[in-house]
């Protein structure tokens, strides 16, 4: 099943950091980059959707999963 996956971050955050370097150590496709510091509209539906201003956070069709190492074990058990 495919899923629409964005990944709200800043590039700052080391957290951020560190599923930026699973998806590139994975070699993980489709995952939309949204850089909450570079885009302010992308900055603005991470508060209106999540609720909070925390990242990284993933979408997955629309649902936000926060903290860095349970993103990382979704994407590993998802796209393996």
Known sequence: MDH???LYYYPEC??????????ARHGWEGIELKDI?????ADATL???G???QVP???IDGEPLY????????????LG
């Open 47 to 49: 508060v209106r959707v």
């Open 51 to 53: 609720g909070k201003h």
């Open 14 to 23: 080391p957290f951020c950091q560190r599923v930026l370097a699973a998806i």
């Open 37 to 41: 510091h570079a885009d302010p509209e």
């Open 4 to 6: 629409k996956l964005e």
């Open 67 to 78: 903290e860095s190492l349970d993103i990382i074990a979704w994407l590993e058990k998802t």
């Open 57 to 59: 956070c993933l979408f």
